[in-house]
Nanobody
Framework: QVQLVESGGGLVQAGGSLRLSCAAS????????MGWYRQAPGKQRELVAS???????DYAGSVKGRFTISRDNAKNTVYLQMNNLKPDDTAVYYC??????????WGQGTQVTVSS
């Protein structure tokens, strides 16, 4: 059974930084596309960043240049380094794992709150 456990969320002032972690188990981590999504109150869940199994990355335009996604296949962990945070980044952040045949697994989410 796939398990994704996020950590690292919290309250930070605008301009600050946070690092999210997602520890995965129950799957062949290196074979999965890993991603971070977020959902703000009243809004749809959106893709923030993704990293392929060949380490290619992709980012939403709103976070490009501020956020960095990375993965450590030896630790079965994906990270999201968030710098220069803005109040609009406030949301619940979810870790996602996607297999090559499109099966999605989700973590429980971690709250990120950025105060102005």
């Amino acid at each position: 059974q796939v398990q994704l456990v996020e950590s690292g969320g919290g309250l930070v002032q605008a301009g600050g930084s946070l690092r999210l972690s997602c520890a995965a188990s129950g799957m062949i981590f290196r074979a999965n596309i890993m991603g971070w999504y977020r959902q703000a109150p009243g809004k749809q869940r959106e893709l923030v960043a993704s990293i392929m199994n060949d380490f290619r990355t992709d980012y939403a335009g709103s976070v490009k240049g501020r956020f960095t996604i990375s993965r450590d296949n030896a630790k079965n962990t994906v990270y999201l380094q968030m710098n220069n945070l803005k109040p609009d980044d406030t949301a619940v952040y979810y870790c996602n794992a996607r297999t090559s045949w499109g099966l999605d697994s989700w973590g429980q989410g971690t709250q990120v709150t950025v105060s102005s």
